[in-house]
C-alpha cells in the first residue's frame, strides 16, 4: 500500500513539472510574441488591414490669350485611369486573369506572371491611362483584388500649335518648352492616404492609423502667346518654307510687345504633335530656335551699333563719310554685300543704313575711339551690346535658352577685326530672343524689358494676370530711340515699304549672313536671313506697339530683302489690323 501511494505521489509531482514546464513555455512563447516580436507582427497585420495610396496631383492646365483679356486652354488634362491588382487580396486567380484581360484587350502593360510573381505584393498596375467606358467594365466585373487609380493625360485642342514652346515631359522626367523649363510649378506635390480596412477592405472611420496628406494641383499658367497672332505666324512661316522648293529648310518668327516684354507669338517651321512626341525621330524638331539656337543675325544688328554711336553723341544721322565700297582694318579688307557698288561715294549715315553698308557701320564705331579701333571703342561697344541692349547672355525668359557669346575685348579675340564684324552682325553668337528685347529697346524709347512668357494664372477659373514689370534699365536716351526709328523708317521707305498700309510708321532692318559648311569654311551654299522691324501709329511722339523678328534657314543663296521681308510684310499689316491702330493719313 506505501509502495503504490509512492508510485501515486511521483506521478503527480512529474505531471505538475510537465505542467509547470508547458506554461514556462507558453509564457516564453508569449513574451516572445508580445514583447520581443511585438512590433513584426503590428507590420504583418498592418500589411493586412492597412491600405496606403498616393493621391496623384493633377498637373498644371496651359494656357494662351485670346486678345487682351479673354483665355483659351493650350494644354489641359483628360481624365483618366490606372488599373492595378493587388495579389495578396485576390481571390480567384484564373477569374482575375481572364476576365480582367478580357476588357483591357491589349492595353496591358505588363505580363500576368509578372504579376503573379510576389503573391504579397499589394499594388501592380496593369494598364495606364483607360478611359471611362473601360475603368466602369473593370469596375463592373466586381473582381476581387483589383482597383483603380484616377490619373490623366494631356490633351492639346489646338494640335501643333506653340509645340516648340509647349513642349513635353517624358516618364523620366526630362522635358523640353514650358512643360520642362516650368515643370515644377506645373508638377503639384502628391499625397497620401494610408487607412485601415475591414476583412472586405472596407475603410473605418476610426483608428489612428488613418492618415490623409491631401495632394496639392500643379499650378494652371497662362501664357503671354496670343492665339491669333500665333496661328497667323505658325502659318505665314510653313507657307514660306513649303513654298520655297526645297531653298529654305526651316522658319522662325517672334513677335513681342515692345513696351512691356510680352511674347504674343513664338513660331518654329518644321514642326511636330506634342501629342505624340514619342514618335519624333529628328530630335532637332523640339528646337525652340527662338530661344534655343544661337546663329549670327547679320546686319540686322546694325542698329545696335548706330544707337550706341548716336547715343555716345559721335555721330548724327545726317554725318557723311566717304564710302570707298571697302575698308581696311587690321590686316583685313572688309567689303559691302554684293550690289552695293553703285553706292561708292560720299554718303550720309542715312544711307549707309537703307543700303546696308558694312563700312557705314565700322565707320560708326571708329567715330568712338578712332581709326585703329582701339580698346575703348571695343569696351564701349562691349558694353552696349551686352549690358544695355542685353545681347550675348540669356535674358531670363521663363524657357530654356541658349546663352549666346559677344567676345570681350578683355579675350585675345576680341580685337579690332572682331568688333568690326560685330558692328554688322558677324563674328558673334545670339538668339532671336535676345535681338528681338534689345532691337525693342532701341526703338520703344530706350527701356529695356526682359522678355517674358508668362502672362499670369488660372485659379478658380478665373485668369490673374501678374503684375506689371518695370523696364530693367535705359538702353539708349528717348532722343536717340526717336532717331533710330526715323533711320530705320527711312531704310522702310527706301526696301518695300510700298507694301505697307499706308498711315503707319514701320521700320524694318533685313540680315543675310553665311554659314559654315562640313569643312567649318563659311558658304553661300547654306544662309541664314532675317528681317526685324516695329510697326505703329504714325501719330507724332507714338511708340511702336509691336515687333517682328524673321529668321530662315536655307539650303542655298537666300535675301533678307526678298526671302524675310515678304514674312515681316504680311505679319506686319496682319498686326496692324489685330491691333486696331489707326490710320494717320
Sequence with gaps: MAKLELKQSTRYILLRVFLVVVLL?????????????????????????????????KRGQIYMMSGENETVPLVINERTWTIFVDP???????????????????????????????????????????????????KAANLKGVGKKE???????????????????????????IEGSLNKRLTGKNGMLKTVTDVNS??????????????????????????NIQRKAEKVIQATVD??????????????????????????????????????????????????????????????????AINEKKLDPTDSYYNYGYTKVGDRIMKNATGTERQVGKRTFYEALDHSLNTGSIEAL????????????????????????????????????????????????????????MTFGQGMSLTMVQVAAGFSSVINGGKYYRPTILAGTMKDGKFIEDEPKAALHDAITPLTSATMRGMLN?????????????????????????????????????????????????????????VILVRIDGNTLLWGVSNAVPVFTELSNYMLDYLRIEPVL
Aim: aromatic share 10%.
Design 202 to 227: 472596407v475603410p473605418l472611420s476610426i483608428g489612428d492609423d488613418n492618415i490623409e496628406i491631401p495632394a496639392e494641383d500643379g499650378e494652371d499658367i497662362v501664357l503671354t502667346l496670343d492665339e
Design 366 to 421: 571708329r567715330r568712338i575711339g578712332g581709326e585703329n579701333i582701339p580698346k575703348t571703342a571695343r569696351t564701349t561697344m562691349y558694353n552696349y551690346l551686352y549690358n544695355n541692349f542685353g545681347l550675348g547672355h540669356e535674358t531670363g525668359v521663363e524657357l530654356y535658352e541658349a546663352t549666346g557669346k559677344i567676345i570681350s575685348p578683355e579675350e585675345d579675340e576680341g580685337n579690332a577685326v572682331r568688333y568690326a564684324n
Design 25 to 57: 513555455v507558453f509564457v516564453a512563447r508569449l513574451f516572445q510574441i508580445q514583447i520581443l516580436d511585438h512590433q513584426k507582427y503590428i507590420s504583418e497585420a498592418n500589411s493586412m488591414r492597412v491600405k496606403q495610396r498616393e493621391l496623384i496631383a
Design 88 to 138: 495578396s487580396y485576390v481571390g480567384d486567380k484564373n477569374k482575375v486573369q481572364v476576365e480582367l484581360g478580357k476588357i483591357l484587350d491589349g492595353q496591358m502593360i505588363t505580363t500576368w506572371d509578372k504579376v503573379w510573381s510576389d503573391m504579397k505584393n499589394m499594388y501592380v498596375e496593369v494598364a495606364r491611362n483607360v478611359d471611362y467606358d473601360t475603368v466602369s467594365a473593370v
Design 490 to 546: 527711312e531704310v522702310r521707305s527706301v526696301n518695300g515699304g510700298y507694301a505697307d498700309k499706308q498711315g503707319y510708321n514701320i521700320g524694318v532692318k533685313t540680315g543675310t549672313a553665311e554659314t559654315y559648311d562640313e569643312s567649318g569654311k563659311y558658304t553661300s551654299n547654306r544662309t541664314v536671313v532675317g528681317a526685324i522691324g516695329f510697326g505703329g501709329s504714325a501719330k507724332e511722339g507714338a511708340l511702336p506697339e509691336y
Design 243 to 308: 513654298g520655297s522648293n526645297g531653298a529654305a529648310r526651316s522658319a522662325s518668327v517672334l513677335i513681342m510687345n515692345p513696351n512691356n516684354g510680352h511674347i504674343w507669338a513664338m513660331a518654329n517651321y518644321p514642326t511636330f504633335s506634342p501629342a505624340e512626341y514619342y514618335k519624333v525621330t529628328d530630335a532637332s524638331l523640339f528646337t525652340n530656335r527662338t530661344t534655343e539656337s544661337a546663329y549670327e543675325p547679320a546686319s540686322v544688328c546694325k542698329p545696335f551699333t548706330y544707337a550706341m
Design 151 to 177: 490619373t490623366s493625360r494631356r490633351v492639346y485642342p489646338y494640335g501643333t500649335m506653340a509645340a516648340q514652346v509647349v513642349g513635353f515631359v517624358n516618364a523620366e522626367g526630362v522635358g523640353t518648352g
